[in-house]
């Protein structure tokens, strides 16, 4: 019964947000083709501000998909419900506990999707910040697909927006676990998906 409330939740307010976007942001969405409607997916987008992850949400086109998003949010209760509604992954910032981490691998090993912002902050680029290895980290132990994601405009009011699904990235090269140190490996791939994205925007 709490799976049906929360599918049914989810695809109105999933609807309610689009056509807010589209209405207030002029929403245009590019590269639909290039996401797989089944099994694992891994979204990895650029982050500027909050409407990066509903932009996400409302155009990925996979009901499954699940964000991974710091445990601060929840302070806030439109974001603690949208949490809620999404089945949102919550990661404790600076924090040593692995369960978010099973979560997302287990997730994307039952087909799902994940989606996160390597940036780890907003702005990170920017702010020279160092990308958080974490989405390829879940890339490199599962068979998920990496998509991804740029998003442009939309940072004021009726400032038209638009959000790009580049083509899969490919890291077969990296995957043989007898060749590969895990870190080092992480963060190559970190770079390809971070260069990925810059692409996009």
């Given at each position: 019964?709490?799976?049906?409330?929360?599918?049914?939740?989810?695809?109105?307010?999933?609807g309610?947000?689009?056509?807010?976007?589209?209405?207030?942001?002029?929403?245009?969405?590019?590269?639909?083709?290039?996401?797989?409607?089944?099994?694992?997916?891994?979204?990895?987008?650029?982050?500027?501000?909050?409407?990066?992850?509903?932009?996400?949400?409302?155009?990925?086109?996979?009901?499954?998909?699940?964000?991974?998003?710091?445990?601060?949010?929840?302070?806030?209760?439109?974001?603690?419900?949208?949490?809620?509604?999404?089945?949102?992954?919550?990661?404790?910032?600076?924090?040593?506990?692995?369960?978010?981490?099973?979560?997302?691998?287990?997730?994307?090993?039952?087909?799902?999707?994940?989606?996160?912002?390597?940036?780890?902050?907003?702005?990170?680029?920017?702010?020279?910040?160092?990308?958080?290895?974490?989405?390829?980290?879940?890339?490199?132990?599962?068979?998920?697909?990496?998509?991804?994601?740029?998003?442009?405009?939309?940072e004021?009011?009726?400032?038209?927006?638009?959000?790009?699904?580049g083509?899969?990235?490919?890291?077969?090269?990296?995957?043989?676990?007898?060749?590969?140190?895990?870190?080092?490996?992480?963060?190559?791939?970190?770079?390809?998906?971070?260069?990925?994205?810059?692409?996009?925007?």
């Open positions: 019964m709490k799976k049906l409330l929360r599918k049914v939740a989810r695809v109105i307010v999933r309610a947000i689009f056509i807010y976007c589209k209405i207030v942001y002029r929403l245009k969405v590019v590269g639909l083709e290039n996401i797989p409607k089944n099994g694992a997916v891994i979204f990895c987008g650029n982050h500027r501000n909050f409407l990066d992850a509903p932009l996400v949400e409302i155009t990925c086109k996979r009901d499954d998909a699940r964000f991974l998003a710091k445990e601060e949010l929840t302070k806030n209760f439109f974001l603690k419900l949208l949490g809620n509604v999404f089945d949102v992954i919550l990661v404790k910032r600076n924090d040593k506990d692995l369960g978010p981490m099973k979560e997302s691998l287990k997730t994307l090993k039952q087909g799902k999707s994940i989606a996160l912002f390597p940036e780890g902050t907003r702005n990170g680029l920017k702010k020279g910040i160092k990308p958080k290895t974490g989405a390829a980290y879940f890339a490199l132990n599962s068979d998920a697909v990496l998509i991804p994601v740029g998003i442009k405009g939309g004021k009011l009726f400032q038209k927006a638009t959000i790009t699904y083509k899969p990235i490919n890291i077969d090269e990296y995957k043989d676990k007898e060749k590969r140190k895990e870190k080092e490996t992480a963060e190559i791939v970190t770079t390809k998906i971070m260069d990925n994205i810059i692409k996009l925007i």
